[in-house]
């Protein structure tokens, strides 16, 4: 379904451990409406799985995705970028058409809407900058 770097499973392990024990043992990686291009990556940590999500552990990290974000992220894989803007996790998804200038948001590929039942929405802002 996803993958994840060599890098990207790095950082995400010592944010794990970081956190308080017990409080956390998935990273949960979601695609919500909004964002100047349609759609927006949510990524955060999770107890663990709910019902219906989609569970895959690659490079030793548990990954949970829900049945709607799913089909926008099949194929994608997590990386972590430390560039001369910034270091943060970065996506690289087949399933997108197109997205805004900083990469927060993006609009998915025909076709990817239909199959989790969704309608691709512009509106709002990206925050650029």
């Not at 996803?2 to 790095?10: F, K, W, Y």
């Not at 001369?84 to 997108?96: C, D, Q």
């Not at 025909?110 to 929405?121: L, M, Y």
Request: net charge negative; charged share 20%; proline share 4%.
């Amino acid at each position: 379904m996803v993958t994840v770097t060599d890098t990207a499973a790095q950082k995400i392990r010592e944010l794990m451990d970081s956190e308080p024990e017990g409080e956390i043992s998935v990273l949960r990686i979601a695609v919500q409406g909004g964002g100047c291009s349609g759609f927006q990556y949510a990524l955060g940590f999770d107890r663990g799985p709910q019902d219906g999500d989609n569970e895959v552990e690659v490079n030793g990290v548990r990954i949970v995705i829900d049945p709607f974000s799913a089909p926008y992220l099949t194929g994608s894989e997590i990386d972590f970028v430390d560039q001369l803007m910034g270091a943060g996790f970065a996506i690289n998804n087949p399933n997108v058409q197109a997205a805004c200038g900083c990469g927060s948001s993006f609009q998915a590929k025909e076709g990817v809407a239909e199959t989790s039942g969704a309608e691709t929405h512009a509106g709002g802002s990206c925050g650029c900058h």
